[in-house]
């Protein structure tokens, strides 16, 4: 075997595997992200810590920013020391914030859980670590395959969803913490003995600011920024604010009952990534993110005249988690083919911090003009509206064209 062919045969060997090893760890870090939402009208519960509607989304929203400021620095540092190092410690470095979480919670103490909910960000920058460790393992005609099917790891928001609120039930509040951050623990362990970094891997040591001014400069990152906003920011903040909508829209009190639903919204959402960017190997990125965001404003209309539940409504979230899991899959399988091969590692870490931010800012929105009286979020809805049409008129008409997309 000469040795061109020993690289493309020792690809082909582990990229399953590693593929696999990184998806578990997206996901379980994204439980661990998620892990105040589900729980969010239970803190907000007289009994506890009796929040008002803005209350309430600041507290979901916190983790959300450092999950996404932090993905540029992630990126960046990814390039250097591998995806196996970084998955590693940021899965170690959830631990104890996960515990802390637990420990605000018993003391009822609102500005506590808002500075442990900042770090338990920590979490959610992850994601920024799978796609430049991916990029390396995948030739470029697979990577929307790949990035679609990492991105699937997002499916640890459904898996929190659904279950934190049924673990409370069964095992207790401080114990599901425990649970969680003896999951996190688990996950490292098997990432540091079972993952890999790609044989054609090299540590990057560029200094990084350079990286990320050069990173700035190119258009792709900010073209890509504001749609991965729109995409996965939309999936963000509906994953994490919808126990608390389906509660202030429809009076739905059990956090069982809204969680299964939030999680049938990520699951959808989930199933949608990898098809997003599958269909963008096929047909081009530039074709799947404009119909994702066009159907997305599209539902958000049909969301604001509150559409009876459970199959109307029902439906409407389905085909909007849907549309935004297709599109955050499209939009990075569009960065990785037009990102340059040795800025991938910073491209992603902004485009990604764009993303999480475009899931910060929706949920401070619907708690500040939750409309109390008529129990709706017609303008927070509305602005969903115009900024997912302007998306979608901005990648048909907004991107110049590339012989790649």
Known sequence: MT????????????QTRNLVLA?????????????????????????????????KSI??????LVGSLGRIVVGVLTPRFGGRVMFTALLLLSVPFVILVAVAGELKSYPLMIVIGFFLGIAGTSFAAGIPFLNNWYEPARRGFATGVFGAGMGGTALSAFFTPRFKEWFGYFPTHIIIAGALIVVAAICWAGMRDAPTWTPN????????????KLPITWQMAFLYAAAFGGFVAFSTYLPTYLNDVYDMTDLKS???????????AVIARPLGGVLSDRFGPRLITAISCGGAALLALWMITKPAMPWYAGV??????VMMGMGAGSVFAWVAVASPPARVGAVTGLVGAAGGLGGFFPP???????????????IGLTLLVVFAAAACLFTVFGIRQHDND
């Open 3 to 14: 040795t061109a062919q020993q690289p493309a045969s020792a690809l082909r060997a582990g």
């Open 23 to 55: 998806t578990l760890a997206f996901a379980i870090t994204f439980w661990a992200w998620n892990l105040i939402a589900p729980l969010g009208v239970f803190y907000a519960s007289p009994g506890e810590m009796d929040l008002n509607a803005s209350q």
């Open 59 to 64: 507290l979901i929203a916190v983790p959300i």
């Open 205 to 216: 040591t560029e200094p990084p600011m350079p990286k990320l001014v050069d990173a700035l």
């Open 258 to 268: 809204a969680g299964a639903r939030t999680a049938g919204f990520a699951v959808a």
């Open 316 to 321: 409407d979230f389905i085909l909007m988690a």
């Open 364 to 378: 401070l929105l619907m708690g500040a003009t939750y409309d109390d009286a008529d129990h709706s979020y017609t």
